[in-house]
């Protein structure tokens, strides 16, 4: 069962707008990740942010965690036409097996 | 070093025969997944190996799907009769160990189309 679900399910910007995607889940967790997929394949790791984490940076993205609300954001800051790309949050279930859980995904459209 | 691998990358075969899809590891990773993404499910997670223990298969959909890793590296998830709704992209990730803080490294997938 789809643990998490992103919001949007697509979205579409300018090159060098920023992009946030947003993903609520419903069971506590250990941790949640973000990560990557271009053209249905391989799934690339973003960034992972702890359960006692509220905020955390790499690079262009910024996620933020609210374990009271159950959600989590992603943003991506001066987007590029490379990051075009299907987005997925996913999370570890706090005592749950260790196989992430993922949401169905945002997919970003970066218009040159 | 090397990512994850998979093979085949692509795999078509009729509806009632086995596929066996393999995957290796990151050299150096205990922790071996297994998850399925298609479009009607999305990405779920069919199992997991941890070293050479027992795995955990809470995520199989049947019991026509099976999987095993020998000597605690490469892995072969198999389905026997496959069905046309076993149509979906296999991918195999592996973690440095076992634990919910790891991140997981993902290959690049093996597309499978049941006719």
């Known amino acids: 069962s789809q643990q998490g679900e992103e919001d949007p399910q697509a979205l579409s910007i300018q090159e060098g707008e920023n992009a946030t995607m947003n993903c609520s889940y419903k069971?506590?967790?250990?941790?949640l990740q973000w990560y990557r997929q271009n053209s249905g394949r391989g799934l690339v790791h973003l960034i992972l942010?702890?359960?006692?984490?509220r905020e955390k940076h790499s690079g262009r993205l910024r996620v933020t965690l609210d374990t009271s609300k159950k959600s989590s954001s992603l943003l991506i800051t001066a987007s590029r036409a490379a990051d075009t790309a299907s987005y997925f949050c996913?999370?570890?279930?706090?005592?749950?097996?260790?196989?992430?859980?993922f949401g169905k995904g945002t997919h970003l459209i970066i218009q040159p | 070093g090397a990512g994850v691998s998979q093979s085949p990358s692509n795999k078509v075969t009729e509806k009632g025969k086995d596929v066996e899809l393999r995957c290796d590891p990151i050299?150096?990773?205990?922790?071996l997944y297994w998850y399925r993404q298609s479009l009607g499910q999305g990405l779920e997670f069919l199992i997991y190996?941890?070293?050479?223990?027992?795995?955990?298969k809470s995520g199989l959909p049947s019991d026509r799907f099976s999987a095993e890793r020998t000597g605690g590296s490469v892995s072969t998830l198999t389905i026997q009769r496959t069905q046309q709704e076993d149509s979906a992209v296999y991918l195999c990730?592996?973690?440095?160990?076992?634990?919910?803080?790891?991140?997981?490294?993902f290959g690049p997938g093996t597309r499978l189309l049941v006719l």
């Open positions: 069971t506590s967790i250990n941790n």
């Open positions: 050299s150096g990773h205990t922790a």
């Open positions: 190996f941890q070293g050479n223990s027992a795995p955990d």
């Open positions: 990730a592996s973690s440095h160990n076992r634990g919910s803080q790891e991140t997981q490294y």
């Open positions: 942010i702890r359960s006692n984490e």
């Open positions: 996913a999370t570890v279930l706090r005592g749950g097996a260790d196989g992430l859980t």
